[in-house]
């Protein structure tokens, strides 16, 4: 079961562009915070715990970067750089 809602926030309109994915439901955990980027860490059971990593390696590969932090809810920031 899915509670809340999921907003996109646009940070800059040229490169780098920043981003944060924000939702309003219970957050991460604060002591799971530091381990979320992890191989095979999950929260949920039954889920592989690859996703976060997957995004946080293919955004490196094209200069960008992801962090997590709690405001309301789970906020993701995501930057990319122009490689255009």
């Given at each position: ?25 219970a ?15 999950t ?29 309301d ?12």
């Open positions: 079961m899915v509670v809340g809602s999921i907003a996109l926030i646009p940070g800059f309109v040229a490169f780098p562009l920043a981003a944060v994915l924000r939702d309003n439901g957050g991460v955990p604060v002591e799971d915070l530091d381990s979320i980027f992890f191989p095979f860490y929260g949920r059971k039954g889920r592989p715990g690859l996703g976060l990593l997957m995004v946080q390696k293919v955004l490196g590969l094209y200069g960008g970067s992801i962090r997590a932090y709690n405001d809810g789970a906020c993701f920031e995501f930057t990319l750089r122009d490689y255009g």
